[in-house]
């Protein structure tokens, strides 16, 4: 038992490599914000897409689907391991963008935003589109009936009712993207697990595995509660007989 | 909605099946890495037990293949040696990052994995007698203007996690980005995409790539000096003489040479035969 607690709970291990750790957390987090960024633009855009009525946008719809659908089926590991390994053959592409050394981050920063963005985008457009689909079709109906055109109903009627349910799934999200951007590691992204497992190879302890977890718990601790707090506020503007804030 | 309602019932079947296919394979592993901690009473007795190794695979030529059907140079060498030891050997694929945690941890009784016998291993694990002297290579792309490791530096690197090529990288190329990957083959794939203008990798691992790949060749050999071992756990004094007698067993009756050279298409160097290793 001591042993355990010496291989995994090495306070000493922690604090010698603590800025280490750090530094690749950061790489976490800033993979994180910019991946957010790109996959919120990315998943409206899909769910968007995907809302468009009528015949002449089915086959726009079908593909949208489908896309939805396979990323959201293929292990992001699989997809980081096949944009960073083949992309950098698609020879028609120029080599910068090929083997991306952007804003002084190296190419498997940049195969990693990209793999997660696809993946992610699939992942939020499905929130997005719960939320739209819970406004009630009444809703919808009504503004089409005062004379709105489709865009203008789903602009001012639809999408501002859809955001108020959607920040608490989509938080939830945005919590399995953080834990999710450890699997750059794979394309030898010097990320927290990258740099703690190499840690361990040198020093025979893992605790600086357990250290890089404890990073994140930091993060995603409080952002789990934050979502009971959303859920619960939505539900209390839903529930009848409750207060309900303005603005 | 009779119709999804059967779709639903036969995919949680099928989630279900999956899982048990799953298990029963979690399942084999289990048994035979507890039949590693029950072997440290056995292995006094050598009693034809089956010896369980654990190993990286893949790591070509020295270990490769998919379960149950490994080879390679270390699996056949380890075969040869379970055999005068009376048992046999059955093998366990791992990560060589945690390979000597494992082992000292009774995981498996034995590892060989391609392993550098290091001081600082030597504080984790006991190795035996070396069995293979290696050098490191640099591998480069074919036509590369990189003739040696000093040309690598300032320039982005490859090595395998964990590994003194790694170690390597490190302490002579300063001014290199340098990248751990997982897995050798991760870093060798990377040198032929184009990612990374260097891979800092053992000898016969560059010998192979180059060989079964093409489009990759050796700039430089840079000999360190190093051994492998096979490593158990510290303290398993019986059975780390039993496979340094079986290991000389096999050395003295021209296996090991028909081994090297069926692997490494060269012959053993001389003092393989001659090296003995002090074990501490």
Redesign the interface.
């Known amino acids: 038992m001591s042993e355990f607690f010496h291989q995994y709970f090495d306070f000493t291990v922690m604090g010698d490599h603590f800025s280490e750790v750090l530094e690749g957390f950061f790489k976490n987090l800033l993979l994180f914000a910019v991946v957010v960024l790109l996959a919120l633009l990315w998943g409206l855009i899909l769910a968007l897409i995907r809302q468009l009525p009528g015949k002449k946008f089915a086959p726009l719809r079908f593909l949208t689907i489908a896309y939805i659908d396979v990323l959201r089926a293929i292990p992001i590991l699989i997809i980081l391991l096949l944009i960073s390994g083949g992309i950098p053959y698609l020879e028609f592409i120029p080599k910068d963008i090929r083997i991306p050394h952007w804003f002084g981050q190296p190419d498997p920063f940049w195969y990693s935003v990209l793999g997660l963005t696809l993946v992610y985008g699939a992942y939020m457009a499905e929130v997005y589109r719960a939320g739209i689909e819970a406004v009630p079709g009444g809703q919808f109906e009504a503004a089409r009936s005062l004379g709105m055109s489709y865009g203008k109903a789903m602009r001012h009627v639809v999408v501002p009712q859809a955001v108020t349910k959607i920040p608490a799934p989509m938080l939830n999200e945005m919590i399995s993207l953080l834990k999710d951007t450890t699997l750059a590691s794979v394309v030898a992204l010097g990320e927290a697990v990258l740099v703690s497992r190499e840690i361990l190879a040198e020093s025979f302890n893992s605790s600086a595995v357990i250290l890089a977890g404890a990073m994140f718990l930091v993060i995603t601790l409080p952002a789990a509660r934050l979502v009971d707090v959303l859920i619960k506020r939505n539900q209390a503007k839903v529930t009848r007989g409750a207060h309900i804030e303005v603005g | 909605m009779k119709k999804t309602r059967l779709a639903a019932i036969f995919a949680v079947l099928l989630l279900a099946l999956a899982s048990v296919a799953v298990a029963g394979c979690g399942g084999g592993g289990d048994s035979t890495s507890s039949g590693g901690g029950g072997g440290e009473t056995s292995s006094e007795s050598g009693g034809g037990e089956p010896l369980s190794v654990g190993s990286d695979i893949p790591y070509p030529p020295f270990e490769q293949g998919k379960p149950g059907n490994y080879t390679g140079f270390d699996i056949e060498l380890m075969e040869a040696i379970a055999e005068k030891m009376g048992r046999k050997a059955e093998f366990q694929d791992t990560s060589?990052?945690?390979i000597?945690?494992d082992v000292a941890?009774g995981k498996f009784e034995a590892v060989i994995s391609a392993a550098t016998i290091t001081e600082?291993?030597e504080?984790?694990v006991d190795f035996s007698n070396p069995y293979y002297l290696s050098e490191q290579a640099v591998l480069v792309k074919e036509g590369s203007d990189i003739k040696s490791l000093k040309d690598l530096d300032g320039k982005?690197v490859?090595a395998q996690?964990?590994t003194t090529g790694l170690e390597l990288a490190k302490e002579e190329l300063g001014g290199s980005?340098i990248?751990?990957?997982?897995e050798g083959p991760?870093a060798v794939?990377?040198l032929k995409?184009?990612?990374v203008e260097g891979v800092i990798i053992d000898a016969p691992v560059a010998q192979n790539a180059v060989e079964k790949s093409g489009g990759v060749e050796i700039a430089e050999k840079v000999p360190t000096e190093e051994t492998y071992g096979i490593a158990v756990a510290q303290g398993e004094t019986e059975l780390l003489e039993e496979i340094n007698k079986a290991l000389k067993e096999v050395e003295q009756e021209g296996t090991y040479k028909t081994i090297y050279e069926k692997w490494f298409h060269l012959e053993p160097p001389k003092e393989i035969e001659s090296e003995t290793h002090e074990a501490e």
């Open positions: 060589f990052e945690t000597f945690r941890q600082e291993r504080q984790a982005t490859a996690q964990g980005e990248r751990p990957y997982p991760d794939n990377a995409a184009g990612t």
